[in-house]
């Protein structure tokens, strides 16, 4: 289940207009790897906090789900 969300929006990571899965992958290589080019920081960071970090990604997992 995919959500459709308005440019910008906040989990939206990595642009494509949506909130799924792809955004927390896209997350985790930013944190472990590397950033993909496709990568919005400022989107990734779901809660508002200033820092990109697992809380967010918990955040998004939860807001997916809520989706269902």
């Given at each position: 289940y995919y959500n459709r969300?308005?440019?910008?929006g906040f989990g939206d990571a990595n642009g494509y207009l949506i909130v799924d899965v792809n955004d927390i992958t896209t997350i985790v290589l930013a944190m472990l790897v590397q950033e993909p080019a496709n990568y919005y920081p400022e989107y990734a960071d779901y809660n508002a906090d200033g820092i990109v970090n697992i809380l967010d990604i918990v955040e998004i997992v939860n807001y997916i789900m809520s989706q269902k």
């Open positions: 969300c308005m440019w910008p």
